[in-house]
C-alpha cells in the first residue's frame, strides 16, 4: 500500500470511527479508544479489498450525510413537534446560498459583467456555515410566528408555497444570487491542501505528507469534515431531546392541551421546534453549496429536497435521531441504485419503445413513491422506533 492509500484510509477512518462510536455500547473510557482503532481498521480495509469503489463510496457518503443533516433538522420539527413541514427546500435553498454568499469572493472585471451577487464576503467555511444556521434560523422565525397557527394540512400546504417563494426569489432576483444563471466558485473548505504547491499556512512537515495526494482526492477530506458537522448536529439533537426541554417538545406534540394544562408554553415550544429544524436545515445547505461548487435554483426543488427527507425520515423513525440518519443512508442508496437502473432500462428500450425510453427517469419517483407507501402501511414507526423512556434518570 502506497503513501497516497495509506492516507485515504486515515481520513476514512474518521467517519467510520465516528460511527463506531455511536454504535459502541461501552464505557466512555474504553468506547474511544476502541472506535479509533475499529475506524482505522474499518479504513485500510477498504483500501486493500474495494480499491476501486472507494471513491464512489466517498462521494455517496457525502450526499448521503448532508441529507441526514436535513433529516435530522426535520425530525427536529415532525419527529419533536408535530410540524408537518413541507418546506424542507426553502431553508435547504437559504442555508446553501447564503453560504455561498459568505465565503465566496464578488465578481470582478470582465465576470461582473455576466455574474452578479448581493455581497461576496470571503469568510472562511465555518463562518459561512454558521450564517446559513443563524439566516435561515430568521427566516424560520419569520414563517413559524403567522404559519404555526395552522395544523396538519394547512400547514403542510402552506410550508410548500413558502419554500416555492423562496425558490423563486433566487430564480428571478438577479442581483441576490446570480438569479436563474448558476451562481458558481463556491471555495471548498481546505482544498488548498491538496494543491500543488500547498496551502501557505501550512506547516512544511505536513504539505509533504500530504503531497502524494492530489486535487481530486479532496472528496477524503470533505467526507471527514462532513461527518464531524454531522456528528456535532446530532450530538446537539440527541443532548436537546433527553433534556427537559426536549420532553417538553413531545409533550406539545402528543397532547397540547395537557401541557398548556402543565404549565407549558404552547407556542413558544412550538416556536423553538420550528426553528431549530430550520437552523440544521440551513447548516445542510451549507454542506451541499461547498461540496457542489456550482448551484442554481433547480437544485432545490420541492421533489427533490422535500419529498425525499420525507421518505428518509418515515423509513429510519420519526422521532429517532439514529433512525433520521440511518434512512439517509438507505434511501440515498435506493435511489442512488435506482438511477443505475433506469440508465439501464433508457439504453435498453431506446431503440424497441424510444416513447418509454424517454420517461424512465421517472421511474426512480415511482419507486421512492412506492416505497414510501409500505412504509406507511407496514412498517409506520420506521426502521428504528422512537423511544418512549429519553431521561438519563429513568432506566
Known sequence: MDQAAVLKAIFLAVPL????????RL???????AAIVIGLVAG??????????????????IMASIYAVLSLGLNSQWGYNGHLDFGV????????????????????????QYAHQAFGLQAPFLVGLVAAGVVSGIIGLLVALPVLRLRTDFLAIATLGIAEIIRLIFQNERWLANGPQPLSGIPQPLSCVFEHPACSWLPASVASLLAPLQPRDYGFLYLALTAIVLAVVYLVLETAVRSPWGRAL???RDDEASAAMNGKHVTSLRVQSFVLGAVVMGVGGALYASYMVTIDYSHFEPLFATFLVWVMLMLGGSGNNRGAVLGAFVIWGVWSGTGYLTDMLQTSLAGVLPQIASR????????VGVLLALIVLYRPEGILKEQKIVSRFLK
Request: aromatic share 14%.
Open 44 to 61: 485500510f480495509a477498504l483500501m486493500v479489498l474495494v480499491p476501486g469503489a472507494v471513491n464512489y463510496l466517498v462521494s455517496f457518503s
Open 27 to 33: 464505557r466512555w473510557l474504553l468506547r474511544i479508544p
Open 360 to 367: 424512465t427517469a421517472f421511474l426512480r419517483w415511482m419507486l
Open 89 to 112: 427546500a426553502g431553508f435547504f435553498a437559504v442555508g446553501a446560498f447564503t453560504s455561498a454568499l459568505f465565503i465566496t469572493a464578488p465578481p470582478s472585471g470582465l465576470m461582473a
Open 250 to 252: 413531545r409533550a406539545v
Open 17 to 24: 470511527g465516528l460511527l463506531a462510536l455511536a454504535l459502541l
